[in-house]
C-alpha cells in the first residue's frame, strides 16, 4: 500500500519554523484579522497588521489574507509563530546517526523537543532543520525538556509510518539512566515498579492514585557511590513523567528534579544543574531495512553530581 504524501502547505518553511494553522469556525468577526487579533491576545493588533502586510498570513488555497478580508467558517489560514527576544540555551545537541530515512540527535539538557511555550528557535527540531535543511523532519518520540540523551526523529513521509508504528507496538527498547539518593542501610529496589499515573492539579505535573496501574518500570541499580545511585531505567510503557514519579515513590527523587518532589518557579532554570536523567540508548529492528539498530548517548551521568 502506498502512503499518500500530506498535502503541500501553503506557506514555506522559514527559518526552520513550519507555518502554524488555526481553523476558522462560526463566530461574529466581520474579517479575518478581527479573528486572530482576539484569538491571539498575546500577539497585538499591530503585528498582526504587520504579518498580514507581509503577505505572511495565508488562507489553505494559497490566497494572502488582507486587512479587509472578511470572515470565512469553515476556512484554515496559516502563519508564522514567532517570539521576540527568545534566550539561548547553551547546549548543543550532537548527530548521533542520520541516512534517507532516520535522524538520531543526543539532545542537551533544557532543550525541548519541539517548540511550546517561550521555546521556538531553541527547540531542538527547530535548530536541526535550520541546521540540517530538512524540512520534513518530524520527532518519532518525546523526552522531557530536562532530560538529556537520544531522539529519534524521521527523515522523510515514505517511510516515516513504518518507524511511528514502533512505539504503540513496543518494538523499540528504549534505555535510561538516572543518579539518585541512596540511604544507608537500603540494600535494593524492587527490579519492577508498577503504579497508576494521572494529571495532577498542576499542568506540569502527574501523580499516583490507587488502582489498576497503567505505567511499568524496570529498575536496575548499577553502581552506589558518594551517597548516591545509578540506576538503569527500562520503561514498559511511556506515561509522562513516569520515570521522575516512580522514582520519587520510591524515596529517590532523581537529582536536579525541578519537578519532583518540589516544583520551582517557571524560568528558575539553573544551568550548572541539570536534571541527572539521560536517555541513554535505543534499540528495534528496523521495520524498513531488516537491521537491527542500537544506538547509545555519548553523554554520560557522574555519582558525584552537581
Known amino acids: 500500500m502506498t502512503r499518500r504524501r500530506p498535502p503541500q502547505l501553503p506557506l514555506p518553511t522559514r527559518d526552520g519554523v513550519g ?67 527568545e534566550a539561548r540555551i547553551p547546549f548543543e545537541e550532537q548527530i548521533v546517526f542520520q541516512d534517507d530515512d532516520l535522524l538520531v540527535v543526543d539532545k542537551p539538557p533544557f532543550v525541548p523537543v519541539t517548540p511550546t511555550g517561550k521555546y521556538l528557535q531553541e527547540s531542538l527540531l527547530v535548530r536541526l532543520k535550520r541546521k540540517l535543511k530538512l524540512d520534513d523532519l518530524v ?105 521522575r514519579v516512580h522514582c520519587m515513590a520510591l524515596g529517590m527523587p532523581i537529582v536536579n528534579d525541578p519537578i519532583y518532589p518540589v516544583l520551582l518557579p517557571e524560568g528558575a532554570d539553573d544551568f550548572g544543574k541539570p536534571l541527572q536523567l539521560l536517555a541513554r540508548s535505543l534499540a528495534f529492528l528496523d521495520p524498513v531495512t531488516g537491521d537491527l539498530r542500537s544506538f547509545t548517548s555519548p553523554r554520560s551521568l557522574s555519582l558525584t553530581p552537581r
Open 19 to 85: 507555518p502554524s494553522c488555526v481553523g476558522l469556525s462560526s463566530g461574529p468577526w466581520p474579517t479575518i484579522a478581527e479573528f486572530l487579533i482576539e484569538r491571539f491576545p498575546a500577539i497585538t493588533r499591530q503585528a498582526w497588521l504587520e504579518r498580514i502586510e507581509a503577505n505572511d498570513v495565508i488562507d489553505e488555497h494559497g490566497v494572502p489574507v488582507t486587512a479587509t478580508r472578511r470572515y470565512q467558517s469553515p476556512l484554515r489560514v496559516y502563519y508564522y509563530r514567532t517570539l521576540d527576544d
Open 139 to 243: 520527532p518519532m518520540h518525546r523526552i522531557d525538556r530536562s532530560t538529556s540523551g537520544l531522539v529519534l526523529f524521521s527523515v522523510r513521509h515514505a517511510t516515516r509510518g513504518a518507524y511511528q508504528a514502533m512505539f504503540p507496538e513496543r518494538r523499540i527498547a528504549k534505555h535510561y539512566e538516572a543518579v539518585v539518593p541512596w540511604r544507608e542501610g537500603v540494600s535494593s529496589v524492587p527490579e519492577i515498579y508498577r503504579s497508576r499515573l494521572v494529571d495532577d492539579e498542576h499542568f506540569m505535573r502527574v501523580r499516583e492514585e490507587p488502582g489498576e496501574p497503567n505505567s511499568e518500570t524496570r529498575i536496575e541499580v548499577q553502581e552506589v557511590r558518594n551517597g548516591h545511585a545509578l540506576l538503569k531505567l527500562s520503561p514498559v510503557t511511556g506515561r509522562k513523567h513516569q520515570l
